[in-house]
């Protein structure tokens, strides 16, 4: 059966995903992409402009502001995409009978004195104002739109990082790494880094099971940022002096969790949890990556 799915945030890197994704895996369906030229989802107006033509029966939102740094000075701007932008998508959802999928994070957890894995139900308490916005967020989707899918993930590395749509930790650790300099990266945050593309073939999956509520979609396992820089150098066969850094030395702006490690109960109760081991999805990557830079170059 033929269905209108709506991808809004369509040219990030999730958003790319998604587009090959639902090309392969749902060829039935039409999926509009809708970028930030298209739509602005802090504009309730604009929202609906942008949807009421199409009578979507699935409307994905990955719109975003996720710098996190700069998030902490600039909170309205971080609440009008991040809260008042779902709440806006989630209205017009239920007002078409749409299923909502929004897409959260790992930082609604402070993580503080914990080393086992945060489940769907546990209590939320973020560190900074990136993810007191999709909190915020989150909650604004629950009691808007019934037909809702809150999903959170972890550590978000796609290939349109890797084509200078705005780069991702992979691709920094590898520019990094070849420059031929001391490498140093945090050891003191604990997670799971999640390739979009391993995200998007899970969301397809996830979206057509109609059971709505909250879930986490990571890759299995853990690692600190120091660890998985670690691994994806040894996996692209660079020697590099890394060295370990605490989170105060980093100098960073926001507060992060020391432990943000999401179970993905929900999914393994569908059983439908499909992600990979972290290590295996950076191999996937590195794999993808390198096909797409071997059909870059070749002539036209």
């Not at 605490?246 to 499909?274: H, K, M």
Request: glycine share 10%.
């Amino acid at each position: 059966m033929s269905r209108t799915v709506v991808l809004i945030g369509a040219g990030g890197q999730l958003g790319r995903d998604l587009t090959a994704v639902w090309a392969a895996r749902r060829p039935a369906d039409r999926l509009v992409g809708l970028t930030h030229g298209d739509v602005e989802v802090a504009d309730a107006g604009s929202v609906a402009a942008a949807l009421e033509p199409l009578r979507p029966a699935v409307v994905i939102n990955t719109a975003a502001y996720h710098k996190v740094d700069a998030v902490e000075a600039d909170a309205p701007n971080a609440f009008a995409v991040n809260a008042v932008g779902a709440r806006n998508v989630a209205r017009a959802c239920q007002a078409l009978g749409a299923v909502c999928v929004f897409l959260s994070t790992d930082y609604v957890f402070s993580g503080a004195g914990r080393r086992r894995p945060h489940a769907e139900t546990d209590p939320i308490d973020p560190l900074n104002v990136y993810g007191v916005s999709k909190a915020a967020g989150e909650m604004l989707v629950r009691l808007d739109c019934d037909r809702h899918l809150v999903v959170r993930s972890s550590g978000l590395y796609g290939l349109a990082g890797a084509s200078g749509k705005g780069g991702n930790f992979v691709e920094t650790m590898l520019r990094l790494g070849r420059s031929g300099g001391p490498v140093r990266v945090v050891d003191d945050q604990v997670l799971t880094p999640t390739p979009t593309a391993a995200l998007a073939e899970q969301l397809a999956e996830l979206v057509d099971t109609e059971r709505f509520g909250t879930y986490h979609a990571t890759c299995q396992g853990e690692c600190s940022w120091f660890q998985f820089a670690g691994e994806i150098f040894r996996q692209a066969g660079l020697d590099v002096d890394l060295s370990p850094q605490t989170t105060a030395e980093s100098g960073a702006a926001a507060r992060r969790p020391p432990y943000s490690v999401l179970d993905n109960a929900g999914l393994r109760a569908l059983a439908i949890d499909r992600l990979p081991d972290w290590r295996e999805g950076l191999a996937g990557y590195l794999a993808a990556r390198r096909t797409f830079d071997a059909e870059a170059a070749r002539p036209a």
